[in-house]
């Protein structure tokens, strides 16, 4: 099968010839003709299998077939990077149709967004802005036909579920829906039964890291994490790498020690400018920056392929967070790795994650790193540093930090499952 097969109108296929595509992914091969012969679909699937395009392609072919003037199509998106990237698809797909995509979000001045919704045909939104413009009464939806909400389950996570509800309950109710989601918690298998009729399920894959993916564990006390992630990236040769955190400050707090230690690094968390998250996505994108330090909600939406290094500096709140973060890399054929940092209150979770997974995850201590030491060791390793900019302002040449045992590096959990360490301020989520 390739996209000939979809009969596209004539200046979509333009648009599919000219971004080179030529055979579907398996989502889009499954659920393109359902939603061409309008049925509404319950799409799951992971980050990265090309579902964006999946509905992208059917939106821009039903609006050429008929021509009509004002906003048709409605796609709703978690965060305002995922919002812009499927922006981005509809003008590159939609490049011969003249077919008008505005995105709104919050963050940016909301009278350019009045002004372009005038002209709009497909709006691809956030849902507080959106609900923003619905109030102030700056966005017609009598002509809508087509509704996507985009990653649910991650726009459950983020409390919007009850936004979204806002929305639907003022949108007109003769149209196609489309619902895509990487995992299905009962809330969001409440959400398809209150908003699909008759619904096409469309599901792609299992609930597992890609076979890409080389994923394991590392043992460490709280207050040793940041030793040991410069530790590892000390030693490993590495091409860019995406750290998780579990809060907005500890994001801030370890991208600002990493660029201390020398190593190009930017912050992306929820707290930040529209323009400075938008300068920090792109400075990893184009590799002036090697490590982008971020957290679940703000790392939602990235699509970069070149990821070469996951790396979970807090567990996961979820095993399906767990697939999510370290699916980052391992993508589109390429190899990847994905290092999670496990303390003794995390024992929990780990065994949450082997039980989705249907397999114990490899379990690593590093043989030249101190897990007795009680004070956190800031400074990185002797040696090769692939990801160094420049080398910090001292005088003589970094130490390393000296190895124990397997034993040794295990002996700080104690019987109740509780580290000796510890714990760092957490922050705010």
Same mark, same amino acid.
């Given at each position: 099968?390739?996209?000939?097969?979809?009969?596209?109108?004539?200046?979509?296929?333009?648009?599919?010839?000219?971004?080179?595509?030529?055979?579907?992914?398996?989502?889009?091969?499954?659920?393109?003709?359902?939603?061409?012969?309008?049925?509404?679909?319950?799409?799951?699937?992971?980050?990265?299998?090309?579902?964006?395009?999946?509905?992208?392609?059917?939106?821009?072919?039903?609006?050429?077939?008929?021509?009509?003037?004002?906003?048709?199509?409605?796609?709703?998106?978690?965060?305002?990077?995922?919002?812009?990237?499927?922006?981005?698809?509809?003008?590159?797909?939609?490049?011969?149709?003249?077919?008008?995509?505005?995105?709104?979000?919050?963050?940016?001045?909301?009278?350019?967004?009045?002004?372009?919704?005038?002209?709009?045909?497909?709006?691809?939104?956030?849902?507080?802005?959106?609900?923003?413009?619905?109030?102030?009464?700056?966005?017609?939806?009598?002509?809508?036909?087509? !509704? @996507?909400?985009?990653?649910?389950?991650?726009?459950?996570?983020? $409390?919007? =579920?009850?936004?979204? &509800? +806002?929305?639907? /309950?003022?949108?007109?109710?003769?149209?196609?829906?489309?619902?895509?989601?990487?995992?299905?918690?009962?809330?969001?298998?409440?959400?398809?039964?209150?908003?699909?009729?008759?619904?096409?399920?469309?599901?792609?894959?299992?609930?597992?890291?890609?076979?890409?993916?080389?994923?394991?564990?590392?043992?460490?006390?709280?207050?040793?994490?940041?030793?040991?992630?410069?530790?590892?990236?000390?030693?490993?040769?590495?091409?860019?790498?995406?750290?998780?955190?579990?809060?907005?400050?500890?994001?801030?707090?370890?991208?600002?020690? !990493? @660029?201390?230690?020398?190593?190009?690094?930017?912050?992306?968390? $929820?707290? =930040?400018?529209?323009? &400075? +998250?938008?300068? /920090?996505?792109?400075?990893?994108?184009?590799?002036?920056?090697?490590?982008?330090?971020?957290?679940?909600?703000?790392?939602?939406?990235?699509?970069?392929?070149?990821?070469?290094?996951?790396?979970?500096?807090?567990?996961?709140?979820?095993?399906?967070?767990?697939?999510?973060?370290?699916?980052?890399?391992?993508?589109?054929?390429?190899?990847?790795?994905?290092?999670?940092?496990?303390?003794?209150?995390?024992?929990?979770?780990?065994?949450?994650?082997?039980?989705?997974?249907?397999?114990?995850?490899?379990?690593?201590?590093?043989?030249?790193?101190?897990?007795?030491?009680?004070?956190?060791?800031?400074?990185?390793?002797?040696?090769?540093?692939?990801? +160094?900019?420049?080398?910090?302002?001292?005088?003589?040449?970094?130490?390393?930090?000296?190895?124990?045992?397997?034993?040794?590096?295990?002996?700080?959990?104690?019987?109740?499952?509780?580290?000796?360490?510890?714990?760092?301020?957490?922050?705010?989520?």
């Amino acid at each position: 099968m390739n996209f000939k097969t979809f009969n596209f109108h004539p200046r979509v296929a333009a648009g599919v010839v000219a971004a080179g595509y030529v055979d579907p992914t398996p989502i889009q091969a499954r659920a393109i003709p359902q939603v061409l012969d309008n049925h509404d679909i319950m799409g799951v699937a992971q980050t990265g299998t090309g579902k964006t395009a999946a509905f992208v392609l059917p939106i821009l072919h039903r609006l050429m077939a008929k021509k009509s003037k004002g906003v048709r199509a409605l796609i709703m998106a978690p965060t305002r990077e995922l919002a812009e990237q499927i922006h981005q698809a509809i003008e590159v797909l939609g490049r011969e149709t003249h077919v008008k995509s505005v995105t709104v979000y919050g963050g940016v001045g909301i009278h350019p967004q009045i002004e372009n919704l005038k002209h709009a045909h497909i709006v691809v939104a956030c849902p507080g802005r959106l609900l923003d413009h619905m109030n102030r009464k700056t966005v017609d939806f009598s002509r809508l036909e087509m !509704l @996507v909400v985009d990653e649910a389950d991650q726009m459950f996570d983020m $409390g919007f =579920l009850p936004d979204i &509800r +806002r929305i639907l /309950a003022r949108l007109p109710k003769k149209r196609q829906t489309l619902l895509f989601s990487a995992t299905m918690p009962p809330e969001i298998r409440r959400l398809e039964g209150d908003i699909l009729i008759n619904p096409s399920m469309v599901q792609i894959g299992a609930v597992a890291p890609a076979e890409t993916v080389r994923h394991a564990l590392y043992p460490v006390p709280h207050h040793l994490k940041t030793a040991l992630l410069l530790k590892l990236l000390g030693d490993t040769v590495v091409k860019s790498v995406l750290v998780f955190t579990r809060t907005k400050y500890r994001a801030k707090s370890l991208g600002k020690k !990493l @660029v201390s230690a020398g190593y190009p690094c930017a912050s992306l968390q $929820g707290n =930040l400018s529209q323009g &400075r +998250r938008q300068a /920090a996505l792109e400075g990893f994108r184009d590799g002036t920056y090697k490590i982008l330090v971020a957290t679940d909600i703000a790392a939602r939406g990235i699509d970069i392929t070149r990821v070469s290094h996951v790396i979970n500096y807090d567990i996961p709140s979820t095993p399906e967070a767990y697939i999510h973060r370290i699916g980052r890399t391992g993508r589109a054929t390429r190899s990847g790795e994905a290092f999670t940092f496990m303390t003794g209150e995390d024992k929990g979770m780990v065994r949450a994650i082997n039980r989705i997974l249907d397999a114990s995850i490899e379990q690593r201590t590093v043989t030249d790193f101190d897990y007795g030491a009680t004070v956190p060791t800031a400074t990185p390793n002797k040696g090769t540093r692939p990801l +160094r900019r420049r080398q910090p302002k001292k005088k003589g040449p970094a130490k390393g930090i000296r190895g124990r045992t397997q034993r040794g590096a295990l002996s700080w959990f104690s019987k109740s499952g509780e580290s000796s360490g510890p714990r760092e301020n957490m922050g705010t989520a």
